[in-house]
């Protein structure tokens, strides 16, 4: 059977992750990591539970690794899934 399109992946939090990204996707999951450190050290890096569980006002002024994987991929081009992705080995308890 041949495999085609296939690209070299590896698993960490559930998610298939490339372990090859583009450049732009790769700078783009720096700066979403980096924003995603300011928000735990802020205290406003919620689990998609905690955020789901605080639907509202106050969540609004937080952020998940989504919304972050989000704003990141429509600023930069990057690919928000490897975005997320790269988020959520680096922080697997908000993944």
């Known amino acids: 059977m041949e495999l085609h399109d296939h690209k070299p992946r590896r698993t960490a939090t559930g998610r298939t992750c490339p372990l090859q990204m583009d450049e732009v996707t790769t700078q783009a999951a720096a700066l979403a990591v980096k924003r995603a450190e300011e928000a735990l050290d802020n205290g406003r890096l919620l689990s998609p539970g905690e955020a789901l569980a605080i639907a509202g006002p106050i969540a609004r002024e937080k952020e998940t690794l989504f919304s972050i994987a989000r704003d990141v991929a429509w ?15 680096r922080f697997p308890v908000y993944a």
């Open 75 to 89: 600023e930069t081009g990057g690919d928000q899934a490897d975005i997320l992705c790269k988020l959520g080995e």
